[in-house]
């Protein structure tokens, strides 16, 4: 449970985007279930003057990811696509930072700390505690909570606001078990109070 939440304290909402809720290119099961609970700890963030942060996947139409160049993945998150659009759903403020990654045709960027400066930002922010949500469990957010414990922030994995693609059954749990090994703490709490 969360007592409180203040000072030193961010938000990072990894990929919510149409692509990867059901109805997407890449759909991940229930993918859109985590949007309510994503929600509230928008509202709080934004009540508190938190820093708010929310990557999205933003390929172009080559992508090496995609699997008509090889990747392991059907085309996805094309830039300027409804598609690569963050769900509807989503409230995200005004002053939310947008981290775009994946728009290297030949390099994929599972983790929002990959190449951009997000790390930086946080730093100039003075987060030093970090609420990851989104998805998919097992892809970027696994790769981006395991880049911001190595970062040096306390990452909280909001367990009930993912949710795992698993390309391969086990996957999720999986990536569970290696994002705690990294020093995450996985919180099975919906929310600040709940
Ligand atoms: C993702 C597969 C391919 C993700 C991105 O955001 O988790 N998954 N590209
Ligand atoms: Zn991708």
């Known amino acids: 449970m969360v ?8 938000l990072l909402i990894v990929d919510v985007q149409n692509d990867f ?19 509230r ?8 003057n938190l820093p708010i942060f929310a990557s999205r996947d933003w390929h172009p139409e080559n992508h090496v990811s995609f699997r008509e160049r090889g990747g392991p993945w059907p085309p996805h998150c094309i830039q300027d696509t409804q ?10 403020p005004e002053q939310s930072t947008i981290i775009s990654k994946g728009a290297d045709p030949d390099r994929d960027q599972y983790s929002a700390f990959d190449d951009t400066e997000l790390a930086k930002r946080l730093r100039e ?9 989104g998805l998919a469990q097992d892809v970027c957010v696994r790769a981006s909570v395991m880049d911001g414990a190595r970062e040096g922030f306390e990452v909280h994995l909001i367990l009930p606001a993912t949710r795992p693609v698993e390309a391969s059954p086990g996957d999720g749990d999986r990536a569970l078990e290696e994002m705690q ?5 996985i919180e099975r709490s919906a929310g600040p109070g709940k």
Do not use: K, Q, Y
């Open 41 to 48: 700890w928008l509202a709080l963030a934004r009540e508190a």
């Open 3 to 10: 007592e409180e939440f203040g000072s030193g304290d961010g």
């Open 83 to 92: 598609g690569a659009a963050f769900h509807p759903d989503l409230e995200l």
């Open 21 to 39: 809720c059901p109805g997407g290119s890449l759909a991940v099961p229930e993918g859109d279930e985590i949007i309510p609970i994503l929600n």
């Open 125 to 133: 922010e003075d987060v030093s505690r970090l609420w990851v949500g």
């Open 181 to 185: 090994a990294a020093g995450a703490v």
